[in-house]
């Protein structure tokens, strides 16, 4: 079955940074696109990253833009966020998942789902 496990989440001070990634097994990697999304307590899940298939695009939230980066390793079945610069209210459950769409921030059209991993920013 599909399985996608995400690891690299903890605690850091603000201003600092973390790498989220995100094991995936059970489908052919190379042909889904990939996103990060985060929920924070009391708050909606929302997109933070996306990638596809190809790593030839990329999206992501103005808030994180110039701070994560998201990038992928076909041949490793991983997707990261890199995450910089870190900020209190990037404290959050981070999810990947899978997308059997080309490039797409829709919650909707993500049809497999890790876990999570919970970032958590002290300022």
């Known amino acids: 079955q599909v399985q996608l496990v995400e690891s690299g989440g903890g605690l850091v001070q603000a201003g600092g940074s973390l790498r989220l990634s995100c094991a995936a097994s059970?489908?052919?990697?190379?042909?889904?696109?990939m996103g990060w999304f985060r929920q924070a307590p009391g708050k909606e899940r929302d997109i933070v990253a996306a990638?596809?298939?190809?790593?030839?695009?990329?999206y992501s939230v103005d808030s994180v833009k110039g701070r994560f980066t998201i990038s992928r390793d076909n041949a490793k079945n991983t997707v990261y966020l890199q995450m910089n610069s870190l900020k209190p209210e990037d404290t959050a459950v981070y999810y990947c998942?899978?997308?059997?769409?080309?490039?797409?921030?829709?919650?909707?059209?993500?049809?497999?789902w890790g876990q999570g991993t919970q970032v958590t920013v002290a300022s």
């Open positions: 990638i596809s298939w190809s790593s030839g695009s990329t």
């Open positions: 059970g489908l052919t990697f190379s042909s889904y696109a």
């Open positions: 998942a899978a997308s059997p769409f080309r490039l797409t921030e829709l919650e909707y059209e993500y049809k497999y």
